[in-house]
């Protein structure tokens, strides 16, 4: 990344899922952290999600999901990112995600996945790392 | 994608290649310079609408509108939505596409771009943005500002029809007097007039339009709510006039005065930049220091650095 580039991520809430406090707390503590997010808000299809991933031109696509919508939104994602030939963008992912399932995600393709009271230090570390 | 790659995909207008030609060009990356060079033919084709006013206003749910509307009538859509830096970490949350969901829909290409500390309401590669847009072949391109204060006119230099959004409640007379972004605007919206106060606001921007210079062109006012969609039929016949207004003659005559300005300023940039790297900051302190022990004046001082 050149001395101007910002980390760019995309927060996104998927389907019918309203709880948005956590999505809210991580676009701001990245924020704080220098990068830029942009906050795309609820009821965001996978198509949405990408598309605006790819105008938007981001490192990261964050998923925030609590509702367990998680099991047929994530692969959607994946799929989608792979079909626009976009599957440099990073996917990680938050909210409530069974730990058992964690492993089956990282394979498909979701890096990283962070769930309730990870810390946001942990979360941006993980992104600056990554991103280089 | 490498710089050919790039251009190759601009042709064929794919959208991630003007995506990444956006981040070079914010990044102020040299390759972005080269590939600019390049398509600089391809581009300038669009309309541009600038949308300006205070923060929270409605901006982007009036951008989005719009840009529905715009799609409807069959035109192609490009957005670009500034939002400020925060000055203490860099970083930003930008939130205007989260207004822009209805346009989304339908295939727009809109990015979101982080002023980085640049003033005057827009980033520092704005102009350069646009046209990579271009690229996609849209014939509109609506350029939303951070929420401006008074000092905050930059789009002038780059809309061809600038759009000011005023809002009720937001102060009294005096302070809508004092604001210098009223008299750029092409058009005045005052949105959210399910508000109380918007007639009053209403009557004040008249008042105060005919207490100003006449013009050829005089901003008509509109009434808008953005959140349902009232007074848009209007706002959309007053931006056509103003494009009617501007014709062909006008609008040629703004843009090669503002082309004339902005190279003036690129030159005059170049130029400072070299010679203060042919002075040195040696000399520069030297003849500081000359300066404090009253060796040498000021004045006589810039004229010797400048001379050698
Ligand atoms: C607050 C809350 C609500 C609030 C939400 C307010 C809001 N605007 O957000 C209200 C009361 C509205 C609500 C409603 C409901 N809720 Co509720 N809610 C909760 C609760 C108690 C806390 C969630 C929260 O805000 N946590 C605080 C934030 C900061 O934490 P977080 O979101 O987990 O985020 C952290 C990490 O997960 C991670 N993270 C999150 N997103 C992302 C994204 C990225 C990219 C990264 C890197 C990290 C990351 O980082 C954050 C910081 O550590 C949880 C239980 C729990 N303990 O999680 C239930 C919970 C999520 N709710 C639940 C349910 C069932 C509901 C309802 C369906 C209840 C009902 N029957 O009406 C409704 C549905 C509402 C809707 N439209 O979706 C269930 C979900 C069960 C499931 N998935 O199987 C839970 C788990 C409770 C439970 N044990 O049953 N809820
Ligand atoms: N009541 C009412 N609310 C409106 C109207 N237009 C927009 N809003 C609301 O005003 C809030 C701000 O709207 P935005 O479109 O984000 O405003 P903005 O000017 O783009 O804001 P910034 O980009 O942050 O400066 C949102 O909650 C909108 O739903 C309107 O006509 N009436
Ligand atoms: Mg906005």
Request: charged share 30%; with cysteine; glycine share 10%.
């Amino acid at each position: 990344m050149s001395k101007k580039g910002k980390i760019r991520v995309l927060i996104a809430k998927p389907g019918l899922d309203g709880h948005d406090r956590g999505a809210k707390v991580i676009a701001r503590a990245l924020r704080d952290s220098g990068m830029e997010v942009i906050y795309t808000g609820l009821r965001q299809s996978p198509e949405d999600i990408v598309e605006a991933a790819i105008q938007e031109d981001v490192h990261f696509i964050g998923l925030s999901i609590l509702s367990g919508a998680h099991t047929h939104i994530f692969p959607r994602v994946v799929e989608l990112l792979n079909e626009r030939e976009a599957s440099d963008i990073k996917i990680i992912a938050g909210g409530i995600i069974p730990d058992e399932e964690i492993p089956k995600w990282n394979e498909i393709g979701i890096e990283a996945i962070f769930g309730p009271g990870s810390s946001t230090n942990d979360i941006i570390d993980y992104i600056k790392g990554s991103a280089n | 994608m490498n710089k050919n790659e790039i251009i190759d995909k601009l042709k064929e207008k794919n959208i991630r290649a003007v995506a990444r030609l956006l981040t070079l060009i914010e990044n102020e990356e040299k390759e972005a310079e080269n590939i600019l060079k390049e398509i600089w033919n391809f581009t300038g084709k669009s309309y541009i609408i600038g949308i300006t006013g205070p923060p929270g206003a409605g901006k982007s749910t009036i951008v989005d509108l719009l840009s529905k509307m715009a799609i409807e009538k069959g035109h192609k859509v490009g957005v670009l939505a500034v939002d400020p830096t925060s000055p203490f970490s860099g970083g930003a949350v930008l939130g205007d596409r989260l207004r822009m969901t209805s346009s989304q829909e339908t295939g727009i290409f809109i990015r979101s771009v982080a002023s980085r500390g640049h003033l005057g309401g827009l980033a520092a590669t704005t102009r350069f943005m646009i046209n990579a847009i271009e690229m996609l072949d849209n014939d509109l391109t609506i350029v939303e500002t951070v929420g401006a204060g008074q000092g905050d006119v930059e789009i002038v230099q780059i809309a061809d029809t600038t759009i000011v959004v005023e809002v009720p409640g937001l102060g009294d007379e005096v302070q809508a007097q004092k604001a210098g972004i009223l008299e750029i605007g092409d058009i005045l919206v005052v949105n959210k007039c399910d508000r109380p106060g918007s007639d009053r606001l209403a009557r004040e921007l008249k008042m105060m339009l005919s207490l100003g210079e006449k013009k050829d062109w005089m901003p008509p006012i509109v009434g808008t709510t953005a959140t349902n969609g009232d007074g848009f039929d209007f706002l959309w016949k007053e931006i056509k006039n103003h494009k009617k207004y501007l014709g062909t003659d006008r609008k040629a005559e703004m843009r090669l005065k503002r082309i004339n300005y902005e190279l003036e300023n690129q030159v005059s940039q170049k130029l400072f930049t070299k010679k203060m790297v042919q002075i040195g900051t040696n000399e520069i302190s030297k003849m500081s220091k000359k300066i404090l022990e009253r060796k040498i004046d000021p004045l006589t001082a810039v004229e010797e650095i400048i001379r050698e």
